[in-house]
């Protein structure tokens, strides 16, 4: 039985032990955190629409009940050229037959960014947020600004949606509230049509819901830096607000920015179709971590991850059974899918090389969006 090292507990780190183990290899899975954190599940954490605990799965029921090992540490290198991973408790590990680097993303530095709050940062941050929140409402109005970054150096990097569901669950919070009108609020993003990548119809509609909403907005200036009292644009404008809300591109993590992996501009792990690191045998990147090669509207999405740790585990069987099939590549099944959740309804967006849509839920859409969260957990602990 071969040796498999998956490095990350988070989605695609999990998609990939799970996937190995039903390919019949022996799994050991790494993480600095003890849980998985479901992230498209937290934009309900800051308005109270759900537990803190409730978005967390422990890592040792995942490994009981899928059947690998699990071990508590960090990464603290990576080599490839002498294929051994070292960890900050353990040591030194070299490289069993197979590796997988699951561990993410690394979020891009802007000046002052300590005077903003994510929501797709430390897991805590999410009750950070909650809490500003809940100070503000008491407070009885305030301006709130609401945006995410770009990075040029890879556009599929952005995380733009759990941004505009954030924005729109917390209209819709202090719309039930009845303080709405107290709240001016500003979406801001650098690109001139954030959101554009989900499509025409998707675009078109979420502009007029901005405006039948009566949501400011700011595009088209680069950020340049954060402030107590609010963001500084590139043109030396102001977006003055109480609250900034922001969720940073994605760029290498620093681990694999220090290692000698084969790395894109911005920093991620080079890697071919069927998700083997460029010159490293027996190693694989999935997720965020991955240098994601495709159409230029392509995304890092967690449904993404899963099919890359799939496939990865896939490859890896057929490459060291010898078995006569053909391996499965993730770039002609890339495509854009999300139910963008809005608090009292969703959008359904889905994209690929031929084909979008944009397919409006009111009410239903919402209540979908949670039970896809229920379906999520329950897939993994039970299926």
């Known amino acids: 039985m071969h040796n498999v090292l998956i490095l990350g507990g988070g989605i695609g780190g999990v998609a990939s032990a799970i996937a190995f183990r039903k390919q019949g290899f022996s799994v050991e899975l790494v993480s600095d955190r003890d849980y998985l954190f479901i992230y498209p599940l937290a934009i309900w954490i800051p308005t109270g629409g759900v537990q803190f605990s409730d978005i967390g799965i422990p890592l040792s029921k995942l490994a009981r009940k899928h059947g690998f090992s699990l071990t508590l540490d960090k990464v603290i290198a990576l080599d490839g050229e ?39 940062g430390h897991p805590e941050d ?43 669950n917390l209209h819709h919070h202090l719309v039930k509230l009845g303080i709405r009108e107290q709240f001016e609020m500003t979406f801001f993003a650098p690109m001139a049509e954030p959101g554009a990548r989900m499509g025409k119809k998707a675009l078109s509609a979420m502009g007029s819901m901005f405006t039948s909403k009566n949501f400011f907005t700011r595009f088209g200036q680069k950020i340049s830096l954060f402030e107590p009292e609010g963001i500084v644009f590139e043109d030396q404008s102001k977006l003055q ?36 690191i460029e010159g490293v045998s027996g190693w694989y990147a999935v997720g965020d971590a991955a240098a994601l090669e495709g159409p230029e509207w392509k995304a890092k ?24 099939e053909s391996m499965k590549g993730y770039q002609d099944h890339l495509n854009i899918l999300c139910v963008m959740d809005m608090g009292d309804g969703a959008g359904f967006v889905y994209k690929n090389r031929t084909r979008e849509l944009f397919l409006p839920m009111p009410v239903i859409g919402h209540w979908l969006k949670k039970c896809w969260g229920h379906y999520y957990k329950l897939s993994k602990l039970w299926l």
């Open 82 to 120: 002498r294929r051994t991973v070292m960890l900050e408790k353990t040591g030194v590990l070299v490289s069993p037959d197979i590796v997988v680097i699951a561990l993410g993303a690394s979020k891009m530095k802007h000046e002052g960014i300590e005077h903003t709050v994510s929501i797709c």
């Open 126 to 168: 999410s009750l950070l947020l909650k809490q500003k929140i809940e100070a503000l409402i008491a407070r009885g109005g305030c301006r709130i600004a609401c945006g995410f970054g770009g990075n040029p150096k890879d556009p599929s990097a952005v995380r733009g949606g759990p941004g505009f569901e954030l924005f729109f």
């Open 241 to 276: 607000c109480d609250l900034c809300m922001f969720i940073p591109a994605g760029e290498g993590h620093e681990l694999i920015k220090n290692s000698n992996l084969p790395q894109n501009g911005a920093g991620f792990i080079r890697i071919d179709d069927y998700c083997r």
């Open 301 to 324: 999405q967690g449904h993404i991850a899963e099919l890359m740790g799939s496939n990865a585990a896939f490859n890896a069987s057929v490459e060291h059974s010898g078995r006569q």
